[in-house]
């Protein structure tokens, strides 16, 4: 197990890495973390991904430009039927960045955020999921890891 140490301006974030890219978050930090994590998702993602992570409207369909609104982050969207490590990856590079010629208004962070900015942005997010979401969120990183 690896451990990544968050230094923020409220504090040290400590978050624990697992072997499957899952974020644990450390005792002691929970509350920076969660702090900083929320922080960074209003100025950055909640623009689009709404204040509650509720999504843009009909994000499912396809807008008259071709492009998909931006999905909710609560329970209630897709973002928890991936692993942790797709999640950065897809927040680094954008969705274009992995699927060259998509069409998307989702820029990529990489460039803006570092890898453990993205993490504590991702823990808030997982902050709000039911027990039982995170358990299969966690799971399906798991699995993809053993593969």
Avoid at 77 to 95: F, I, M, N, Y
Avoid at 115 to 123: A, H, M, P, S
Wanted: with cysteine.
């Amino acid at each position: 197990m690896a451990v990544l140490a968050l230094v923020t301006g409220l504090g040290v974030a400590v978050l624990l890495t697992t072997g499957d890219g899952q974020n644990r978050a450390g005792r002691g930090g929970d509350a920076a973390a969660l702090t900083r994590g929320r922080q960074l998702y209003v100025q950055h993602c909640a623009s689009c991904h709404g204040a509650e992570l509720e999504g843009q409207p009909n994000w499912r369909q396809r807008r008259a430009d071709g492009r998909l609104p931006a999905p909710p982050h609560d329970a209630s969207g897709h973002t928890w039927h991936h692993s942790d490590a797709q999640l950065v990856e897809l927040a680094k590079r954008g969705p274009a960045g992995l699927v060259p010629g998509y069409e998307t208004d989702m820029p990529a962070f990489g460039d803006v955020l570092g890898d453990d900015e993205i993490r504590v942005v991702l823990f808030f997010i997982k902050s709000t999921w039911p027990a039982e979401i995170r358990a299969r969120q966690e799971a399906l990183g798991a699995a993809a890891q053993r593969r």
